[in-house]
């Protein structure tokens, strides 16, 4: 099986050295770009798998290269590397096509399992591709305790429509079964982003932000 290729782009060399670390010890091939314009003249010459995208590049930036691959190259699956406070950033970047955003700093392991993940997806069958179906799928999953499928479900939601808030909410509640109230925040924040009155996600984050018990709200059911 040929390696998996990876395309990071990013003008920051500690950025540069720890996704080089992390990945290529796992098979997978590396190519690195610091600005925009080498970025798409990579992206003219060789054929990618994955384009890890920081926003703030010099020359052409992350927003105008991420329009023009969606535009160009529609099969490269394209993930947001994010400085922490640039959440609404990434959410904007996702409506114009980017299937998920890394906050800035991440760790090795962090980086991976999001690699995985998405290039995991390759792999799987075709379901429901409209927004109301994914994340009826993904509710479904969650009463089942089947928690990698909702998942899988609430991010194919995000593909389908990354300008509703309900699915960002869920990856929201997701984080927080796993343990990662962080990235539980991370979430809760873009859904409001995309709409501040979205009443779960409000209700969540004060929650979790002020250590309240409560239950977790995933929306309507």
């Known amino acids: 099986?040929?390696?998996?290729?990876i395309l990071i782009v990013d003008d920051e060399k500690n950025?540069?050295?720890t996704v080089r670390h992390a990945l290529e010890p796992k098979g997978y091939e590396v190519v690195a770009a610091t600005t925009g314009e080498e970025a798409l003249r990579q992206l003219e010459q060789q054929s990618f798998d994955l384009l890890l995208l920081d926003l703030r590049l010099p020359?052409?930036?992350?927003?105008s290269?991420?329009?023009t691959v969606s535009e160009q190259h529609p099969q490269v699956p394209v993930v947001i590397v994010s400085a922490y406070g640039?959440?609404?950033n990434a959410v904007e970047a996702m409506k114009l096509g980017a299937i998920d955003f890394l906050e800035k700093p991440f760790s090795p392991e962090e980086l991976r399992e999001t690699v995985r993940r998405i290039l995991a997806r390759r792999e799987l069958p075709e379901a429901a591709a409209d927004y109301d179906s994914c994340i009826a799928l993904a509710k479904k999953c969650v009463s089942e305790r089947r928690f990698d499928a909702a998942i899988e479900h609430a991010?194919?939601?995000i593909g389908a429509d990354p300008s509703r808030p309900e699915a960002f909410n869920l990856l929201g509640a997701f984080s927080e079964v796993q343990r990662v109230p962080l990235e539980a925040q991370?979430?809760?924040r873009a859904a409001l982003e995309l709409d501040p009155a979205f009443a779960p996600a409000r209700h969540n984050l004060t929650r979790l932000v002020e250590g309240k018990p409560g239950r977790v709200e995933l929306g309507q059911e």
């Open 65 to 67: 290269v991420l329009q």
């Open 15 to 17: 950025i540069l050295m």
């Open 59 to 63: 020359g052409i930036g992350g927003m």
């Open 1 to 5: 099986m040929p390696e998996l290729k």
């Open 186 to 188: 991370k979430y809760y």
């Open 86 to 88: 640039t959440v609404g």
């Open 155 to 157: 991010r194919r939601a």
